[in-house]
């Protein structure tokens, strides 16, 4: 079964310009979860999504970043203007569904995005 | 309040020997879920153990275990018989039933493997 695809690998822009990552699922997950992850830190999660509605984005910096999930399949998370802080890893998740019990979350490899 | 906290920034350990690595969590939830994931450098993060809190044994999965102690609110994590291929950031996370079910991790424990 193939895992949780991201591109790119990586990625360096300079503060201001805009930047987009894409992710794709494990085949029939519905549930998607963007994470931000600064050097140092634990994962902290963006957005989340079941299908193709927002779940909870109550961490989402909304003036800069932007998600979405039209299909309910792959997901395409944006930043536009990026700020030198926005430099982490972004990585995407998937889990079967959202309820009930406890699933498990399987990351992609992530996003390494350095703002200069 | 930190809801997961891990204490131990680095641990070194010898190949072959077993490690624990401390994770203490805050909730008031009676259900929730307590996770442990694998970070190697290549920046995955891999799910190697979950413990529900009504699971009243400790959860095992291969050279992984779950130490459980509800009423300390830990859940370390135990690997029995290091590999070099196990030096890593190992981070706890915890998944609470009143908080639209996100995962919440800790600042994470970088382990060493000595050969």
């Known amino acids: 079964e193939a895992g949780v695809a991201q591109s790119p690998r990586y990625k360096i822009i300079e503060k201001r310009q805009s930047v987009a990552f894409w992710c794709n699922p494990i085949?029939?997950?519905?549930?998607l979860y963007w994470y931000q992850q600064i050097l140092g830190q634990g994962p902290k999660l963006l957005i989340q999504f079941q299908n193709n509605g927002v779940v909870d984005d109550s961490q989402l910096p909304k003036d800069r970043f932007s998600a979405e999930r039209l299909k309910g399949v792959d997901s395409t998370l944006k930043i536009q203007p990026a700020k030198l802080e926005d430099s982490a890893v972004y990585l995407c998740?998937?889990?079967?569904?959202?309820?009930?019990?406890?699933?498990?979350?399987?990351f992609g490899p992530g996003t390494r995005l350095l703002v200069l | 309040a930190q809801k997961i906290t891990q204490t131990q920034p680095g641990m070194f350990v010898q190949e072959k020997e077993a490690v624990t690595l401390d994770c203490t969590y805050d909730?008031?939830?009676?259900?929730?879920?307590l996770f442990w994931y694998k970070q190697p450098s290549s920046g995955e993060m891999i799910f190697l153990i979950y413990q529900g809190s009504y699971d009243e044994q400790n959860a095992t999965e291969g050279r992984y275990s779950l130490n459980f102690q509800k009423a300390r609110k830990s859940a370390n994590l135990v690997i029995s018989a290091s590999q070099l291929g196990d030096s890593a950031m190992y981070f706890c996370a915890m998944r609470e039933q009143g908080s639209a079910r996100q995962l919440t991790f800790g600042s994470g424990t970088q382990l060493t493997v000595l050969p």
């Open positions: 998740a998937s889990s079967l569904t959202r309820t009930p019990g406890w699933e498990t979350q399987y």
């Open positions: 909730t008031s939830d009676q259900s929730y879920g």
């Open positions: 085949s029939g997950h519905a549930t």
